[in-house]
């Protein structure tokens, strides 16, 4: 409540001066009154009831400090009282206290309170005063846990607390209390509660006299016995009170504040420095507990900082430093406050060694008095303080360096440990204190400034973006204010310290002390500048050493050194989802951009540019998320985590990053690059020579040398990468969030007329390290990447074995891991580059290389390729994968033709050639640039070429496959398209008359017919590409390999359909032809007719069934394989082929061969089939395979499986009218096979069987019931149906029961069959069934 509010008070008489103020002083009189005399009455006899603390603490809470200042005095002293006597009944021996009368717990605690709320709005007097009050409140708190309660030693504390904290200098300007702050420097603000700008009405000034010689006894006292009782507190584990610890040290900083002389201080600096470092490194090891408490390591941090700051300023310590004060100027830390602070705990092991503590202990551990004994101290009066020594050093030079030394010993052995702590509040705590010590101390602790920077650049890059932003904006200070010129000569000392240092902490166990190092480093180059940089890799050999430090940190020589975990997670995963391929194999589903149809196709070249009219950008953010780019490479997860590569990764892009020419330099990134690019050359010369030797991978391997070559070379593509992916916009906007600048900052340096000194040139609003790559630079970039391209496209490194399943075992792993580095660069390249990449050529040269290890048997090969592809089509403007590859289809199949007529060379081209097609999932939109390709594999697929290579015919058949897919999508769509064409003519030709036709629109009638000669010879490139791969696949139906049979089979059913398309085009466009003739000789154009004919060969119409001609004999002998999968697929083959060609064509076929088909259906398949003695052992060529197998070897479900095929085939062939011909002259064969089948007891055939019946009798019915009726009439003896009229005879006469199985008609037409038993539960599910199904049917309509 303010002075206007109460009334105007009297300074001199002590009273308020109208009458309200004067009835409200009264009122707080009376109060205060009815309290005090309570409070005496209490002290009387301790047993009353101390109910009413509840309602005078609430009192003294609620009124102002002007209206309590009068009564101080009047209230102090009861309060004193009670504290006097809770102090002596509980200081006292065991049988003393039984004489004296006991203060309670609670009232003991509750004085406390009432006590710190009144110190804490009233001011003290005298001298006199202050002194009283303090002892009585010392001997309050240094009672024992044992002797009083927590709340009651807590409570005394924050009442010395209060009592410092109102402290009030005096209004003598003169005077040495207006040369402090008054209050803890770094104290946070939302602690700070009260003012402390008013002046002390009292004749004596306190805070002068603490600052005085006669008052370093007591300081020294205060400060003894408040850290002994945080020390007392922390030795009770968690028993002890970490709350108590923070008030502790809490009223120390205020103390320290208040005293705020150095030489007042400086006598105590060593015990309070070593008590504090005490707490410090305790924490490294405590996390709970008093010990561990979070608040009272952040009040230690900061006490102890507060601490050195007041005593080692440098300001006040000019004549120990031999230093002009104009050379101790910078930036001032008041105008940059920082707000918060750095990352998280690790293991923290460092003990400090050497602490020499001037604070001695007793036998039980506790701290004693730093200056005087205890009882010495008892009633230390105002004279006593004068009488005693002063306790004063003189803070010469000497005395400078020994302290500083000593302190930094301490500071260095806890402060690198706590920048990591796991709690934030302590890493506040931290950042505060080494700004203060660096903003105060920076000349007296140069020793412990080394330190300190490094401290503050591991928080820089902390995970906690409030910490980091805030170290980030006071490092940036120090390097913008013209008083860095310390910093300079810093960074240089901590850049060669730190560089030293690498590859012990890095190839250590300490993996937070080699992330802090890491990281270090990359703060103090980014903050230094891209010149600092320049300036250390000048030398050729400073250049090379730098780079060596890497080798060794990234290098392969720690592998295996980690622990059984990370061995463990550094296996790859056999399989892995590939988004590339997913990509492509959706490509099928693409349409052309700003492709349209009117009335005319477009020719297959056409398709392949119509891509390109549309350039989509895939977005950069996307990729990122989905991949790992630039990766950790994978033998570093055995040294260190990703975090620290990270940190090494961004030292190595900010070298490249600085190597960069731009128009004040000429750069040396193509001469820095030549040095790891050197282990690359070696590696390839080694392998040529290898090659020359025809030597073995493993011999090769197993020679001195050659191992820790091909690991340097892995090391070398590494670092490449690292240092141009330094270039990129990616590695910059990294950079950026992770090194946010403080728009703050630059402008109060901008308004303060910041001067930058050393060529230091920092733009506000812009980076030092943005580079702008313009054209020269560009190009300068352009012939570095080819020069590295160049090294990385080898063949010599791309032969390197990757397969885990070769005999190289140990140097699959690490030819693996160069090549992922070789794929990583690739994409990097193409990120610096963008659209460049491709215009230089780089894309051509390594795009088939990605394709051909898309496809690699090792799954991190694979994903390395697939991410590459994600980044070539996105800096080169495509959608997706399938479309980059699209447009450069020449390119690509271009090498699959060069490879594929050095098969001996190029083995796994197959392989290419067939997953590119594959996963392209649009290769018929490269179809014309199929042809030659198709002629070369239908060459391997020859009877002598599948000898020479029998281990790529799988290879080479899955590439047929895949162009007869091609064929077959682009076939499906040219019988529609022709006839669209065919109406289009039409159209045209009834709106403007056959006559006149032509003459009315020449231009549009020459384009008419140009199409349609574009759409005849596109026609025909897809029907020669499909009979190409017919040819080709036809034979390898009588293959034995189960694999190679069904590929040959899905080529065979996609080429039958293909043609089919084919020829149906064919008869809309020889319409069409007809219908264009019709108007050519309407308008007497022969000349037109004759380039109308000129694309014309007679033999389009008539591909079908000569087709078919040649393969149905293969299709035979593959009915007679014993492999039922090849057999099942098959008979669907066979179901298909006869629907699409016809019946009348295999009618005959299905006489002379159809013993091979119903032959299937003869057993059942839970019968040892019958061996017929008429068998033939099949013709034996000299270069297959003798071994034949038997029958005997198939399951029972197989044969069963089989049977269902055939059932299937008859039921799919008689229900279409266009095939059911190629039944009939067989029907009675099969109707009684069918039926023989039905009729037995195997349920597993029912449904196939009921499903054959039922398509036969759409064929015939009549026979088929009576096949049926036969069976179930004989079995069923009773209940027999009635004929409708005397005119019709009975069953029995129609069908004569049957004295064996034998005379059935279905015996007599199908033939014999064996395990087939007649079971009437069967006979009468399938006649109800077929009765229901079509007999009824039959019947009625």
């Known amino acids: 409540m303010e002075l206007e509010e109460e009334g105007e008070f009297d300074k001199l008489t002590g ?366 009066s105002t004279d006593s303080m004068k009488r005693k020594g002063s306790l004063h050093v003189a803070r010469t030079k000497d005395w400078i360096e020994e302290t500083s030394a000593h302190v930094n010993k301490l500071l260095c052995a806890t402060f690198p440990h706590i920048c990591v702590h796991p709690a934030k509040k302590v890493r506040k705590g931290l950042l505060a204190a080494i700004r203060g010590l660096l903003s105060n101390c920076s000349y007296t602790l140069k020793d412990s400034r080394l330190m300190l920077l490094e401290c503050l650049c591991v928080m820089v890059v902390g995970d906690d973006e409030e910490i980091s932003a805030a170290a980030q904006e006071f490092l940036e200070c120090l390097f913008l204010y013209s008083g860095k010129h310390c910093v300079k000569f810093d960074v240089s000392d901590i850049f060669g310290r730190l560089i030293e240092m690498l590859p012990k902490v890095v190839l250590g166990s300490d993996e937070s002390l080699a992330l802090s190092q890491a990281q270090k480093l990359l703060v103090i180059i980014y903050y230094s500048g891209p010149q600092f940089l320049l300036d250390q890799l000048q030398s050729p050999v400073s250049a090379a050493r730098f780079l060596d430090v890497f080798t060794i940190c990234l290098g392969q020589n720690s592998a295996f050194t980690g622990s059984l975990d990370k061995l463990i997670l550094a296996r790859p995963s056999s399989t892995g989802f590939l988004h590339s391929i997913a990509e492509l194999q959706a490509g099928a589903h693409l349409t052309d951009y700003g492709q349209t149809f009117i009335g005319s196709v477009p020719s297959g070249i056409s398709k392949l540019t119509a891509i390109q009219e549309k350039p989509i950008q895939c977005p950069w953010e996307t990729i990122r998320k989905t991949y790992e780019f630039p990766c950790t490479p994978p033998w570093f997860v055995t040294v260190g985590s990703q975090k620290l590569y990270q940190a090494l990764a961004g030292t190595l892009r900010l070298v490249g990053l600085s190597l960069v020419p731009d128009f004040e330099s000429e750069g040396q990134l193509s001469v820095i690059t030549d040095i790891p690019l050197g282990h690359l050359h070696r590696l390839v010369s080694e392998v040529r020579v290898r090659e020359y030797n025809t030597e073995s991978w493993q011999s090769w391997y197993n020679r001195t040398g050659s191992g820790h070559l091909l690991r340097q070379a892995g090391t070398a593509a590494c670092i490449i990468n690292e240092m141009l992916f330094g270039l990129s916009d990616e590695a910059f906007d990294t950079f950026t969030k992770m090194f946010q600048k403080s728009k703050t900052v630059r402008e109060e340096a901008r308004q303060s007329g910041a001067e930058f000194t050393d060529g230091q040139r920092y733009k506000f609003g812009e980076s030092t390290w943005k580079t702008k790559l313009k054209k020269a630079v560009k190009s300068h970039l352009i012939d570095c990447v080819g020069k590295i391209m160049h090294a990385y496209v080898s063949s010599e490194v791309w032969d390197l074995p990757t397969d885990r399943k070769s005999s190289l075992l140990q140097s699959d792993k690490e030819a693996e891991d160069i090549t992922l580095h070789f794929f990583h660069g690739i994409g990097i390249f193409a990120l610096c580059l963008g659209k460049d990449f491709a215009s230089s050529g780089f894309l051509h040269l390594s795009l088939y290389l990605l394709l051909e290890n898309l496809i690699s048997s090792n799954s991190q090969v694979r994903s390395a390729s697939d991410a590459v592809l994600h980044v070539l089509s996105a800096t080169s403007g495509y959608p997706t994968v399938g479309h980059l590859v699209l447009a450069n289809a020449d390119y690509v199949i271009d090498s699959i033709c060069r490879q594929l007529r050095h098969l001996d060379l190029n083995p796994h081209v197959p392989n290419v050639l067939a997953a590119m097609l594959s996963y392209i999932g649009v290769a018929y939109k490269i179809l014309p640039l199929l042809e030659e390709p198709m002629r070369s594999v239908s060459q391997e697929l020859q009877i002598l070429g599948r000898h020479q290579h029998p281990d790529l015919n799988i290879s080479f058949l899955k590439a047929v496959a895949e162009i007869m897919k091609a064929s077959k999508h682009e076939a499906d769509s040219l019988p529609s398209q022709a006839e669209s064409y065919l109406m289009h003519i039409k159209s045209k030709i009834s709106e403007q008359g056959s006559g006149s036709c032509y003459d009315n629109d020449t231009g549009e009638w020459e384009s008419i017919l140009y199409n349609l000669n574009d759409c005849k010879r596109y026609r025909r490139t897809v029907g020669s590409i499909a009979g190409s791969c017919l040819t080709t696949a036809i034979p390898l139906l009588a293959s034995e390999k189960q694999a190679a049979c069904l590929v040959a089979l899905d080529i065979v059913e996609n080429g039958i359909v293909t043609i089919a398309k084919v020829e149906e085009a064919y008869r809309h466009e020889k319409e069409t032809k007809e219908e264009i003739e019709e108007v050519l000789r309407s308008s007497s154009v022969y000349h037109r007719q004759d380039n109308l004919d000129a694309a014309d060969d007679g033999a389009d119409e008539n591909r079908l069934l000569p087709a078919m001609n040649k393969l149905w004999p293969f299709l035979v002998i593959c009915i007679q394989s014993n492999n039922p999968v090849a057999v099942r697929r098959c008979l669907s083959v066979i179901s298909n082929v006869v629907q699409i060609c016809g019946g009348d064509f295999f009618s005959r076929r299905f006489h002379t061969d159809g013993p091979h088909f119903w032959k299937l259906l003869s057993t059942s398949p839970f019968q040892k089939k019958h061996k017929l003695k008429e068998a033939k052992a099949p013709l034996l060529l000299p270069y297959r395979n003798t071994s034949i197998s038997s029958d ?76 049926l009726a036969d069976v179930y009439y004989s079995l069923k003896k009773r209940n027999l149906p009635s004929p409708p009229t005397s005119d019709f005879p009975e069953i029995s006469e129609i069908l004569p029961p049957c004295l064996s199985p034998k005379e059935y008609l279905y015996v007599q037409y199908g033939g014999q069959s064996y395990g087939f038993d007649v079971d009437f539960s069967s006979v009468d599910t399938v006649f109800r069934k077929l009765h229901a199904q079509s007999f009824s049917y039959q019947m009625y309509s």
Not at 1210 to 1228: G, T, Y
């Open 15 to 380: 009273d308020f001066t109208d009458e309200a103020s004067q009835a409200q002083f009264s009122n707080t009189f009376a109060e205060l009154q009815a309290y005090s005399l309570r409070l005496l009455e209490l002290h009387q006899n301790p047993n009353q009831s101390p109910s009413f603390f509840t309602s005078f603490f609430n009192f003294l809470q609620k009124s102002s400090a002007q209206s309590l200042q009068p009564f101080f005095d009047y209230v102090l002293f009861p309060l004193l009282l009670l504290l006097d006597a809770a102090t002596e009944c509980r200081s006292k021996a065991k049988e003393e206290r039984k004489m004296i009368s006991k203060v309670s717990d609670k009232v003991a605690e509750s004085v406390v309170m009432c006590l710190e709320q009144l110190l804490s709005k009233c001011y003290l007097g005298s001298v006199d005063q202050m002194v009283v009050l303090t002892t009585k409140l010392a001997k309050a708190a240094t009672l024992s846990p044992s002797e009083a309660s927590e709340e009651f030693r807590e409570g005394t504390i924050k009442c010395f607390r209060a009592v410092f904290s109102s402290l009030r200098g005096c209004s003598d300007n003169f005077c040495s209390c207006n040369q402090i702050l008054g209050f803890p420097e770094l104290l946070e603000s939302n602690t700070l509660q009260r003012s402390f700008s008013k002046a002390s009405e009292s004749g004596e000034c306190l805070v002068a006299f603490l600052q005085s010689l006669d008052a370093s006894v007591a300081v020294g006292y205060w400060l003894s016995f408040l850290l002994k009782d945080a020390d007392t507190e922390a030795a009770r584990g968690h028993r002890g009170s970490g709350k108590l610890r923070v008030e502790a040290f809490l009223t120390l900083r205020w103390l320290v504040a208040k005293v705020g002389n150095a030489d007042a201080l400086a006598y105590f600096l060593p015990g309070v420095v070593s008590q504090f470092n005490k707490v410090l490194h305790v924490s490294k090891t405590m996390i709970t507990g008093a010990a561990g408490s979070v608040e009272a390591i952040d009040q230690a941090m900061r006490g102890l900082a507060e601490y050195l700051m007041m005593v080692l300023q440098d300001d006040v310590n000019l004549s120990g430093l031999d230093m002009p004060k104009n050379v101790i100027s910078g930036y001032d830390p008041n105008n940059n406050k920082s707000s918060s602070f750095l990352e998280e705990l690790r293991r923290l092991r460092i003990k400090p060694e050497g602490q020499n503590t001037i604070v001695e202990e007793d036998n039980d551990g506790e701290l004693v008095n730093m200056i005087t004994p205890k009882s010495e101290f008892k009633e230390l």
């Open 1192 to 1267: 005997d070897s198939l399951a029972e479900v197989s044969n069963m499986k089989v049977q269902v095929a055939v059932l299937n085939m008859i039921a799919d062939l008689s229900r279409n009218e266009k095939s059911a011909s190629a039944l009939e002259v067989v029907l009675k064969k099969v109707s009684g096979l069918v039926v023989g089948v039905a009729c037995s007891g195997v349920v597993g055939l029912r449904d196939a069987s009921i499903n054959a019946l039922s398509g036969l009798a759409s064929i015939d019915p009549d026979l088929i019931w009576l096949l």
